[in-house]
């Protein structure tokens, strides 16, 4: 039962979506979080049972390029040891590079009302690929334990309903966990994968320090089409314009990930990674903006039969994006266009497959 008068655009829409609830501390109450169309009300219960509309959220801030769903809210502790409230919101459409995605908002929350710490026009996006979408995260994770584990659906709603599978549609991301992380913009939040897929990792691979200029093999990767890579590059001592990892198969068909130094983003390009199955699948690269202010740029890779997952420096961009290849993705090779890369370190680890 609902008590108050729930706050809808338009009298006549009744478009709640996909609410979320949890216990808050310091009000002593059950708050739920529910999506209304283009923004997020709050309700609180002392029972579950009888309902009280608290307020409203986001009407005017954020991205509206789609209907608002999926909304999660919890607490992280910031790098200083203050407490920041996370409000995820999947949109569709309106993501960053098309159809469905994921945006948050940081701030507080007293119990009723949450207060967006940045400007209403702000807009985060928690992964800049097209295939992370309606993810949230787990409730009762042990004390002890401490993290925020999230995890979300591997598909967009562009094509969701028509890629080229058998017996199953769409998976999910690897698990990962959620960190704040202070840019020179103000606090972000950082995701990267639970150390427990550690466990799957075959026999290690290590490069040690070289340099890259045009397109060297990996041979060590030859025939492993399931396998995680930790690359390691020393900006400082590289000049090419771009660098990435490029993946091919006996098809020719050709997947990369990679930096645009001078464009200052990343990039995942799957134009060539496939047959056309949809016309709103591979329209062009998807682009993440990013300048690392460090001296070496991480990339952790998780590559799939279907997928791939990329968390750069510790998850400060995450890029998730699905592939369909019509050969396994088999051999992989490093680039380098401009000017050399140096290699610091990569190690590449042959993935054991989750099921018996």
């Known amino acids: 039962m609902f008590e108050g008068n729930p706050v ?39 029972d579950l049972k009888t309902w009280r509309f608290l307020s409203a959220f986001g009407a005017e801030a954020g991205s509206h390029g789609g209907v608002w769903e999926c909304p999660d809210l919890f607490p992280l502790p910031t790098p200083d040891g203050r407490t920041q409230w996370v409000l995820l919101v999947s949109i569709n459409a309106g993501g960053p590079n098309g159809g469905s995605a994921t ?11 949450f207060t967006n710490a940045y400007p209403p026009e702000t807009t985060r996006w928690l992964d800049w690929g097209r295939d992370n979408y309606a993810g949230v995260t787990w409730s009762d994770v042990p004390e002890a334990d401490g993290r925020r584990l999230f995890i979300g659906w591997m598909s967009n ?31 972000r939040l950082a995701s990267q994968p639970i150390e427990e897929l550690q466990r799957l990792r075959g026999e290690p691979v290590t490069l040690t320090a070289t340099t890259v200029e045009g397109h060297p093999s990996l041979e060590s990767l030859r025939a492993a089409s399931l396998f995680e890579a930790v690359i390691e590059v020393d900006l400082g001592g590289s000049a090419a314009e771009k660098f990435g990892i490029e993946l091919t198969n006996e098809k020719g068909e050709t997947y990369r990930f990679g930096y645009d130094r001078a464009a200052g983003h990343l990039f995942s390009d799957r134009t060539e990674a496939g047959p056309a199955f949809s016309d709103a699948f591979a329209t062009g690269p998807h682009t993440a903006p990013y300048r690392s202010s460090r001296e070496r740029m991480r990339l ?42 140096t290699l610091a370190r990569a190690t590449l680890y042959p993935m054991d497959s989750i099921w018996e």
């Open 8 to 46: 809808l655009p338009n009298p006549g829409i009744k478009d709640f979506r996909d609410p979320k609830v949890f216990w808050h501390e310091a009000s002593r109450q059950w708050v739920m979080a529910l999506a209304v169309l283009d923004h997020i009300q709050f309700f609180g219960s002392p």
């Open 103 to 113: 945006q948050y908002f940081l701030g507080d929350f007293d119990g009723t009302t």
């Open 157 to 187: 709603w562009d094509y969701g309903q028509v890629v080229p599978t058998e017996r199953w549609r769409s998976a999910m991301t690897v698990p990962r966990t959620f960190s704040l992380f202070e840019a020179a913009d103000g606090l």
């Open 300 to 341: 952790h890779l998780f590559v799939d039969k279907s997928s791939i997952e990329v968390f750069v420096d510790e998850g400060r961009a995450v890029i998730t994006d699905l592939l369909f290849p019509a050969a396994a993705f088999d051999q992989a090779r490093l680039f380098a266009e401009g000017g050399p890369v």
